[in-house]
């Protein structure tokens, strides 16, 4: 059984910070791409931003200059440090990730989601 569980989630005022952090466990063998995906209310799902397993990176136009995607490889973790935030950033943030588990062949899995709010 894998899961990825994510926090860092609030409310935060237009042009503060937040930083997200989605850890993987259970049977890992290993963990390709992993990304950060947010849905706003009446909005589908969108692509934030990614991370390749070399630290490759990509990012939505949306948030380019003011997210950073990041991983620990060790602690099978990845962040999203999000600066500048805006009262559009506001959404449900989702963890993403490719794993090849012990028992389980390689699968997509998602995190619950954490409720990130912009306002004054």
Do not use: H
Request: with cysteine; net charge positive.
């Amino acid at each position: 059984q894998v899961q990825l569980v994510e926090s860092g989630g609030g409310l935060v005022q237009p042009g503060g910070s937040l930083r997200l952090s989605c850890a993987a466990s259970g049977s890992i063998f290993s963990i390709y791409a992993m990304g950060w995906y947010r849905q706003a209310p009446g909005k589908q799902r969108e692509l934030v931003a990614a991370i390749t397993s070399g630290g490759s990176t990509n990012y939505a136009d949306s948030v380019k200059g003011r997210f950073t995607i990041s991983r620990d490889n060790a602690k099978n973790t990845v962040y999203l440090q999000m600066n500048s935030l805006k009262p559009e950033d506001t959404a449900v943030y989702y963890c993403n990730a490719d794993i090849v588990g012990t028992v389980v062949a390689g699968t997509n899995y998602w995190g619950q989601g954490t409720q990130v709010t912009v306002s004054s």
